[in-house]
């Protein structure tokens, strides 16, 4: 297993990675024991990702996350890492207004959320925003392909940037918002060899999710691979590394069967009284 450096992760430390060739590695968390388990793992970046509004609120999209929750989210994870890089996802409509609200937005991701950079969804037309947040201290990661908050101008969760010309556009966005100042970007979904272009052509580190194997990290949504949920559809490019949600179902349905037995709870999981207590306290009825 390789040793996990115990220094800080931030902005320069995955410009470095990159630079040296080491693989980066993000995943999400919403929680504060998610968040601590991910840390102590040597995860390097913790996403608080909207997929929140999916994988726990229920939702059927990103898009009714709104700024509050990713707030309150963000902060119950800040609290957990230690070692971490905590990124907080701005949700739909929160940046899109004009750069005041973007920036009013990002600044209570990092005030009240305690998140140490913002990500948000888009390309060349998300770049005046970009630029506004890094001028006024606040680190920015793009994130590019797929992006979840337009699934419906979109047309469903598909792969983009397969033909040519589409995929000249995520090239272009990909230049625009390292120009803008950007310090990483996910791309969402595009083909492999698409991502190893943009990997190669870009100084800023590239955190692939269904992009294949050349980026420069990859990131995954933690319920996802760990098989932790209730949806039945699983993309593709996810993989398992464990079922945590047949193992929990299993708990669950022993739990049923013990409490309708009469086996649990058993003696050693109660907590006796002493003789002479008890025998005053039947006394006392009598
Ligand atoms: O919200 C999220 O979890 C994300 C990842 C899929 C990158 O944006």
Redo the contacts with the bound molecule.
């Keep these: 297993m390789n040793k996990v450096a115990a220094e800080r992760v931030n902005t320069a430390y995955l410009a470095r990675m990159k630079r040296e060739g080491r693989r980066i590695t993000?995943l999400?968390a919403y929680d504060y024991p998610t968040a601590g388990m991910l840390d102590r793992a040597g995860i390097d970046v913790i996403?608080v990702?909207?997929?929140?509004g999916n994988?726990v609120l229920g939702y059927e999209s990103?898009i009714p996350v709104t700024l509050d929750d990713m707030v309150h989210h963000a902060r119950a994870v800040s609290r957990a890492a230690q070692r971490a890089m905590v990124v907080a996802?701005l949700p739909f409509m929160t940046y899109h207004l004009s750069t005041r609200d973007a920036l009013a937005s990002a600044g209570r991701l990092m005030q009240q959320g305690r998140a140490q950079a913002v990500?948000l969804?888009g390309g060349r037309e998300v770049t005046e925003q970009i630029r506004m947040m890094v001028r006024s201290g606040i680190p920015v990661m793009a994130?590019i392909g797929l992006t979840?908050q337009s699934v419906y101008q979109l047309g469903g969760y598909r792969v983009q940037g397969k033909e040519a010309e589409a995929a000249f556009k995520l090239l272009d966005d990909a230049h625009a918002v390292q120009e803008a100042g950007a310090f990483a970007m996910?791309l969402?979904c595009v083909p492999a060899p698409l991502a190893r272009m943009i990997t190669e052509e870009l100084h800023i580190p590239t955190?692939g999710?269904g992009a294949g194997p050349h980026c420069d990290g990859q990131?995954?949504?933690t319920h996802d691979m760990l098989s932790l949920g209730i949806g039945e559809f699983t993309p593709r490019f996810v993989k398992k590394y464990a079922d945590l949600g047949a193992e929990v179902a299993q708990a669950l349905a022993s739990f049923r069967e013990e409490v309708a037995g009469g086996q649990f709870p058993a003696p050693e999981h109660g907590f006796a009284m002493p003789e002479e207590e008890l025998e005053k306290l039947k006394k006392g009825r009598n």
């Design positions: 993000m999400t996403l990702g909207d997929s929140v994988v990103t996802d990500k969804e994130h979840p996910v969402e955190i999710i990131v995954l949504v």
